[in-house]
């Protein structure tokens, strides 16, 4: 290979990789300095979609990749915690969001970049305090990302030579949808358009493609950033894959009008950077702000068109569950504690009712082996966890109140059985992490066996479900039942215990085998028993 290819190559690589790593690990020490609650910042400022753009747009900047705010949102939406009106709001955002990398890049500071990187260490290195050791990465991560784009740069200055390249450039100038297709394919690959935009940036700043090549190019670059939430939707729920639609939706809508009216856009363009004097790398970041940000202003007011279309895509009926509390309002507290109360029950019966579900899908994933099963468990396991904290904090605040005895066995009598139910949920949970072990290590149960527990699961089941109908309507006869039912599913782990050993014994089951259905056996009777520890509130058992 001849030598300058070879160096051509070396440095363009090798300050692609400091580049990447460079953005990744200032993301790292943004997330690090805000105390990584990301994922509530979404929750709690997603009230509407508006509030979901200025979401997605901080986010964004902290973690430095669309990409990232973007599955993270997919994620939220598969679990139930956002709905996809929320999710379009934070997916815009996010789009604006990424462009401060464009313009971090757009400040010549390039020269400086060895000694911030030296500062950067020193943070690290030298200062023990963590929240130094947090802002010296970020410094670190700024140094690295310009370091490694000059490296980038200076590698496709070369490039200019090549008559292959000027006639590309040139067909790119004419033919815009061929900068469009080239920018797509191109941040496919490397899955973040952050990469393909300083790239363009690199390339622009040499003189290496024109102003109007550069912006097809960069239309292409949105676009292709959004196959990582399309990677990320697959195999989730439906309302997941409608927002990864959405988010490719609105690239291409943007692209479409963008693509029309590309000469004025190129002017705009233009008029910017001779008004404001500014450097290529820097105008490459106010044409890639522009472009989000009108996209941003266009496509807002037609949010539920953009829902009607993707729903019309991808049809079915959702079955996502709502991860939000609905009845845990704080002024209930101020205006009355029983009423307060009465909602806090209320909310304690919904966490019940996913306890039930989550069993049911466990059961289900026992059965058939199939991963949704699984999928739809650990999300109702999280939906648990997550309510029981909603709802430990709202009995809290009512404690903090003044309660007559009455109200404050109630109080205690909600406290316990959200604890209880919260801990049947992490048992369902166990017994997944069970079936997901034996998946892995091709671990074989017996049919005798799985028809033990599929009998013991039902009847685990049956008494969860009498336990919360019987704390719904204060039902003794149900509490009673639920109470029989306890001994019933003690005696069962009894008699499977034994029945397992002559199996064992028999060589019939391996010994892997047998762990797993005993464990099993095991979380079920537990299950039982929390069961049976709200029945007895209803009886009045301490």
């Given at each position: 290979?001849?030598?300058?290819?070879?160096?051509?190559?070396?440095?363009?690589?090798?300050?692609?990789?400091?580049?990447?790593?460079?953005?990744?690990?200032?993301?790292?020490?943004?997330?690090?300095?805000?105390?990584?609650?990301?994922?509530e910042i979404l929750d709690r400022f997603t009230t509407n979609p508006f509030m979901g753009v200025l979401a997605g747009i901080v986010v964004t900047m902290l973690l430095q990749t669309s990409s990232g705010t973007t599955v993270l949102t997919i994620g939220l939406v598969s679990a139930g915690f956002m709905n996809l009106r929320q999710a379009i709001g934070v997916i815009m955002g996010a789009n604006i969001g990424t462009t401060i990398t464009a313009f971090i890049i757009?400040?010549?500071i390039t020269e400086y970049a060895l000694p911030i990187i030296f500062i950067g260490a020193v943070f690290i290195f030298f200062?023990?305090?963590?929240?130094?050791?947090y802002f010296g990465q970020i410094v670190f991560g700024f140094g690295a990302l310009?370091?490694?784009?000059?490296?980038?740069?200076?590698?496709?200055?070369?490039?200019?030579?090549?008559?292959?390249?000027?006639?590309?450039?040139?067909?790119?100038?004419?033919?815009?949808?061929?900068?469009?297709?080239?920018?797509?394919?191109?941040?496919?690959?490397?899955?973040?358009?952050?990469?393909?935009?300083?790239?363009?940036?690199?390339?622009?700043?040499?003189?290496?493609?024109?102003?109007?090549?550069?912006?097809?190019?960069?239309?292409?670059d949105n676009i292709g950033t959004t196959i990582t939430a399309v990677l990320a939707a697959i195999g989730s729920s439906l309302a997941a894959r409608r927002a990864a639609a959405i988010h490719?939706?609105?690239?291409?809508?943007?692209?479409?009008?963008?693509?029309?009216?590309?000469?004025?856009?190129?002017?705009?363009?233009?008029y910017i950077e001779s008004l404001y004097y500014l450097n290529p790398k820097m105008t490459i970041a106010v044409a890639h702000g522009t472009?989000?940000?009108?996209?941003?202003?266009?496509?807002?007011?037609?949010?539920?068109?953009?829902?009607?279309?993707?729903?019309?895509?991808?049809?079915?009926?959702?079955?996502?569950?709502?991860?939000?509390?609905?009845?845990?309002?704080?002024?209930?507290?101020?205006?009355?504690?029983?009423?307060a109360l009465g909602q806090a029950k209320e909310e304690v019966l919904r966490m019940g009712q996913f306890a039930v579900k989550g069993l049911q899908e466990s059961k289900r994933f026992l059965e058939t082996k199939h991963s949704k099963h699984a999928d739809a468990a650990y999300q109702l396991e999280e939906v648990?966890?997550?309510?029981?904290?909603?709802?430990?904090?709202?009995?809290?605040?009512?404690?903090?109140?003044?309660?007559?005895?009455?109200?404050?066995?109630?109080?205690?009598?909600?406290?316990?059985?959200?604890?209880?139910?919260?801990?049947?949920?992490?048992?369902?949970?166990?017994?997944?992490?069970?079936?997901?072990?034996?998946?892995?290590?091709?671990?074989?149960i017996t049919d005798e066996a799985l028809q033990d527990l599929d009998e013991m699961f039902?009847?685990?089941?049956?008494?969860?479900?009498?336990?919360?109908?019987?704390?719904?309507?204060?039902?003794?006869?149900?509490?009673?039942?639920?109470?029989?039912?306890?001994?019933?599913?003690?005696?069962?782990?009894?008699?499977?215990?034994?029945?397992?050993?002559?199996?064992?014994?028999?060589?019939?089951?391996?010994?892997?085998?047998?762990i797993i259905f005993v464990d099993i056996v095991s979380n079920l009777e537990r299950i039982g028993d929390h069961a049976v520890s709200i029945a007895e509130v209803v009886l009045g058992v301490e």
């Open positions: 290979m001849d030598l300058q290819w070879q160096s051509m190559l070396f440095q363009f690589f090798g300050g692609l990789g400091i580049f990447l790593f460079g953005i990744k690990y200032m993301g790292d020490g943004l997330q690090k300095s805000a105390g990584e609650r990301l994922r757009g400040i010549e200062i023990k305090n963590k929240k130094v050791q310009f370091f490694g784009l000059d490296l980038m740069t200076a590698g496709m200055s070369p490039l200019g030579n090549l008559e292959m390249f000027r006639e590309l450039t040139i067909n790119m100038s004419q033919y815009p949808v061929l900068g469009v297709v080239i920018g797509t394919v191109i941040t496919l690959i490397v899955q973040s358009s952050s990469v393909t935009i300083g790239i363009l940036q690199g390339l622009y700043a040499e003189g290496l493609i024109s102003l109007d090549a550069s912006l097809s190019v960069l239309f292409g490719v939706l609105f690239n291409l809508i943007g692209t479409a009008i963008f693509l029309v009216f590309l000469p004025l856009f190129l002017k705009f363009v233009m472009f989000n940000i009108t996209n941003t202003i266009i496509q807002f007011p037609f949010i539920f068109l953009l829902i009607i279309i993707v729903t019309k895509l991808i049809p079915g009926e959702d079955h996502a569950f709502e991860f939000k509390s609905k009845h845990l309002d704080p002024l209930f507290i101020e205006q009355s504690t029983a009423i648990i966890n997550n309510i029981d904290t909603k709802i430990t904090n709202y009995l809290v605040k009512i404690s903090a109140t003044s309660l007559t005895q009455h109200e404050s066995e109630r109080h205690s009598i909600l406290v316990n059985t959200v604890r209880d139910i919260e801990r049947i949920g992490d048992h369902f949970e166990n017994i997944l992490e069970l079936v997901e072990y034996g998946l892995t290590h091709k671990v074989t039902e009847m685990t089941i049956e008494s969860v479900q009498k336990a919360i109908e019987a704390l719904d309507f204060n039902d003794l006869q149900l509490a009673n039942i639920v109470a029989e039912k306890e001994e019933i599913i003690d005696n069962m782990e009894r008699q499977l215990r034994k029945k397992h050993i002559i199996r064992l014994n028999e060589g019939k089951c391996s010994a892997q085998g047998g």
